[in-house]
T-cell receptor, first 113, second 113 residues
């Protein structure tokens, strides 16, 4: 079992719809959670982070964290074609001498105009 | 200027050659990382450094070495390149602490023939 799992997609949604991206993690000691957006051939860009249970909103993006169920999700409202990208989930968990960041393999999102 | 600069952007090299990838940052972060990305496998950690005197192996360090020349500079070397080291390489930096994400460089696309 991978430590951080994401559906590889592609997830296809029409323009203006809500895109829902999910991520599950295996280590209950995980403490902070990140979403990165990566356009094809480009570097990942941090778009959201969350460390408390519940929702965190930033513009059209909402991150949701449920530590009991060990999942974190990203909602994108009013999806635009420019949101088409791969979304990487990353999890920080305790590790010898500090902490460790584990990345999921990413979910490809395609927003149809 | 970019916060995290990688050189070169693209490189084709022959099997057995030694090659160095360079990374410099203006973020003022102590922590620097080298990742490789292969299609479908996500980001894999090669080496990381929490300060100038600290170097640590990541998940896939075999065949690679690093040098932290200064707080702002972290270079990755492939001692004797082999074709399965063909990948997209990213340098990243972060602040200390669990709740800080990464800033990535633009990446180096390396092809070993």
């Amino acid at each position: 079992q991978k430590e951080v799992e994401q559906n590889s997609g592609p997830l296809s949604v029409p323009e203006g719809a809500i895109a829902s991206l999910n991520c599950t993690y295996s280590d209950r000691g995980s403490q902070s959670f990140f979403w990165y957006r990566q356009y094809s051939g480009k570097s990942p860009e941090l778009i959201m982070f969350i460390y408390s249970n519940g929702d965190k909103e930033d513009g059209r993006f909402t991150a949701q964290l449920n530590k009991a169920s060990q999942y974190v999700s990203l909602l994108i409202r009013d999806s635009q074609p420019s949101d088409s990208a791969t979304y990487l989930c990353a999890v920080n968990r305790g590790h010898t001498g500090g902490f460790k960041t584990i990345f999921g393999a990413g979910t490809r999102l395609f927003v149809k105009a | 200027d970019a916060d995290v600069t990688q050189t070169p952007r693209n490189r084709i090299t022959k099997t057995g050659k030694r090659i160095m990838l360079e990374c410099s940052q203006t973020k003022g972060h102590d922590r620097m990382y080298w990742y490789r990305q292969d299609p479908g496998l996500g980001l894999q950690l090669i080496y990381y450094s929490f300060d100038v005197k600290d170097i640590n192996k990541g998940e896939i360090s075999d065949g690679y070495s690093v040098s932290r020349q200064a707080q702002a500079k972290f270079s990755l070397s492939l001692e004797s390149a082999i074709p399965n080291q063909t990948a997209l390489y990213f340098c990243a930096t972060s602040d200390s602490g669990l709740n800080y994400g990464y800033t990535f460089g633009s990446g180096t696309r390396l092809t070993v023939v």
